[in-house]
């Protein structure tokens, strides 16, 4: 072989090499996201059906105007995409806060953790470490 065709051969394969390593990248971050696009789905499901404990009256067995003693729902705990948790939130409460830590880790090495601030008509996210 001539030298002509072993420095395209080596030329090639720094190529190839370089894009496997920018795939890898772009997958980590993809599934990232993905990852936070899936526990925040999971946590606003999960503060709507706070949302009708709230509305629900007390003798049917909801917080008449109170998320106090509302609970995350048993299968609910723990999912594919996360473990949810939710704050504590005393007997009496005009708003709770989900929190649900996902699967995947961040650029910084810890784990992904999304906030959702409940209100009996507004849900909102309140922080999630997606970009650190």
Do not use: C, H
Request: net charge negative; no cysteine.
């Amino acid at each position: 072989m001539g030298q002509q065709q072993l420095l395209l051969i080596v030329l090639g394969v720094i190529i190839v090499g370089i894009a496997v390593v920018v795939g890898i990248n772009v997958f980590s971050a993809s599934s990232l996201q993905a990852n936070n696009d899936a526990v925040i789905a999971d946590l606003t499901n999960m503060g709507s059906m706070a949302q009708q404990y709230y509305r629900k009256p007390s003798q049917l067995g909801g917080g008449g105007q109170d998320f106090g003693g509302w609970k995350i729902p048993g299968k609910l705990v723990s999912t594919p995409n996360g473990t949810y948790s939710v704050s504590d939130s005393g007997s009496t409460a005009t708003y709770i806060v989900l929190q649900g830590k996902g699967n995947e880790v961040n650029n910084s090495g810890d784990t992904l953790l999304v906030s959702l601030r409940v209100e009996p008509s507004d849900l909102r996210v309140v922080s999630t470490n997606v970009n650190d």
